[in-house]
């Protein structure tokens, strides 16, 4: 029988019980409750450090901050990659935000649109070989994400014809700045930002890696 949980920051072994014994609507309810509400454990010591940084941030893309919610190390404590599972958040770890709003996917994928196209048609070109290696990659990546109801902001470079993707960018820079210097505020390297289409793409993407976590999980104890 799954053994289940009341806290809203499980250790990564009580998370490990659960997602072992787990059946798919367990990993929905996990992924609806303890994923994308709530205060991540990063700002456990100042939750309304947290809501003021969405709200502003909301305000900013001209969205709803519900919209808005962290995942990754800083929602629990800890990573839940498989090949990094229960590795503590720290000054070196991102602050991932999803953002779950059909508009903004939208408009993000018009700018990536206009960035393959200007590419396509060498209206643009790489500065480097390493910028023209990432651009390769990204050109592919983001297509597959697409198609998959997602898109990372970091993957299309900050233009301003590209308006949302640049709006979207300066915003992490002010609020990178916001976070740091507040009095209350954490260390961390960066803040990363994934748009999804809808709610269906985002509980789709997470059930999608906690499966593949759940897989590892039951190898490492069948070893």
């Avoid at 500065?127 to 109801?149: M, P």
């Avoid at 999804?196 to 890696?209: A, E, G, V």
Wanted: aromatic share 14%; net charge positive.
């Amino acid at each position: 029988m799954i053994k289940k949980f009341q806290s809203i920051y499980p250790t990564k072994e009580e998370l490990k019980e659960f997602l072992v014994n787990s059946k798919d609507l367990d990993i929905e309810c996990f992924i609806q409750q303890w994923l994308s509400e709530g205060p991540p454990h990063a700002f456990k010591g100042d939750p309304f450090l947290f809501e003021n940084f969405r709200i502003k941030l909301a305000k900013q893309l001209m969205i709803n901050a519900k919209e808005i919610t962290m995942i990754g190390s800083a929602r629990l404590g800890y990573s839940l990659k498989p090949k990094y599972y229960g590795r503590e958040f720290s000054s070196t770890s991102d602050l991932d935000l999803a953002i779950i709003s059909d508009k903004l996917f939208n408009n993000c994928s018009k700018d990536n649109s206009t960035w393959m196209r200007e590419y396509d048609s060498n209206k643009i070109k790489p500065k480097n070989t390493v910028e023209s290696n990432f651009w390769k990659d990204n050109y592919i990546i983001n297509s597959y994400n697409l198609k998959n109801g997602f898109i990372d902001i970091n993957k299309i470079p900050s233009y301003r014809n590209y308006t949302t993707i640049f709006l979207i960018r300066n915003s992490i820079f002010y609020f990178t700045s916001f976070l740091c210097n507040n009095n209350d505020g954490i260390i961390f390297s960066k803040i990363t930002i994934r748009v999804y289409k809808d709610w269906h793409y985002f509980i789709k993407q997470n059930n999608l890696n906690l499966s593949l976590l759940k897989d590892e999980l039951i190898k490492g104890i069948k070893l």
